[in-house]
């Protein structure tokens, strides 16, 4: 029987630190990849062309696809798009597919590749990862902002589209699961854990945040604007909160707005507190979606 797909998007470099001060770098990599085969997948490493010179040989047991398009001109590297990744892991398979951040370690059993195995279409797995402060360790804390770790029936990816978003840049991780919960479908929860994530010190850029979280909110008041009313009622009580946020004190906010054009610490302040409002919201109905 073929193994499912695992995608990703391996980067030239890795950077992390062991609980002793050790540089673990590629090793860390390796063990990722390492976990993903003993889990069952064949790994899919999605790059730019232009991140790779030749096909990499620093990383054992990976299949590297280049792809022409990449985001470069936007978030300064050749950070590859969400829908180039899905439409490869979805025409690479025969059933269900994974989607993971790179750094991820699984620590998965024959049950756990079993439910994953069984997600049919109109269904798809969202799951957090549990940051731990070793590889060899299986308690740690359960990320409460996104997540890492995806599954799908690639039926309901073939027709997946968006505007742009990026793997590796904020916010792709929310619009993800809300665009497949919007549509209807059921989110299934693994309930043991198995998704892991050695910890370090984030290095995440507030500037590409806020870009790519108006993005996100423009993107979304456009699908929640096309959809027709009397939709399902999660769907109709998302659309309803999310326009709470929109429009919220909209006075107050013009007000402070026209002081923001001279106090620009002001302006990002305001921007920061709408964008934090509507992850908290994404959330919530993410996780309420079952």
């Not at 507030?206 to 108006?214: A, I, K, N, V, Y």
């Amino acid at each position: 029987m073929k193994k499912p797909v695992l995608v990703t998007s391996i980067p030239p470099k890795i950077k992390r630190v062991g609980p002793n001060g050790e540089m673990l770098g590629l090793e860390y990599m390796q063990s990722c990849v390492d976990s993903w085969i003993n889990s069952g997948f064949t790994p899919i490493s999605v790059n730019s062309r232009r991140e790779f010179a030749t096909t990499p040989k620093h990383i054992k047991g990976v299949e590297y696809v280049f792809v022409d398009r990449d985001a470069n001109a936007f978030v300064g590297k050749p950070l590859v798009y969400i829908q180039d990744m899905l439409r490869i892991g979805a025409n690479r398979s025969e059933g269900f597919f994974v989607l993971t951040n790179a750094d991820i370690l699984l620590k998965s059993s024959k049950d756990v590749f079993e439910s994953l195995s069984r997600v049919c279409s109109g269904q798809f797995i969202a799951e957090r990862r549990f940051d731990i402060p070793s590889t060899d360790c299986i308690s740690g804390v359960k990320f409460s902002d996104g997540y890492d770790f995806f599954a799908f029936n690639s039926e309901d990816i073939l027709s997946y589209s968006d505007e742009g978003f990026v793997f590796g840049v904020p916010w792709w991780d929310h619009y993800l699961p809300l665009k497949m919960a919007l549509a209807g479908l059921e989110k299934i929860d693994i309930e043991k854990p198995f998704v892991y994530h050695l910890r370090h010190s984030e290095r995440w850029d507030p500037d590409l945040w806020r870009m790519f979280g108006s993005v996100f909110m423009r993107i979304i008041s456009k699908e929640l604007e096309q959809t027709e009313s009397g939709g399902h009622f999660k769907s109709e009580n998302y659309k309803s909160q999310f326009n709470e946020i929109m429009t919220a004190d909209k006075t107050k906010l013009n007000y402070f707005m026209s002081l923001s054009n001279r106090y620009y610490i002001l302006k990002n302040y305001l921007h920061d507190k709408k964008l934090s409002k509507m992850a908290r919201l994404n959330m919530r109905f993410i996780e309420q979606n079952k």
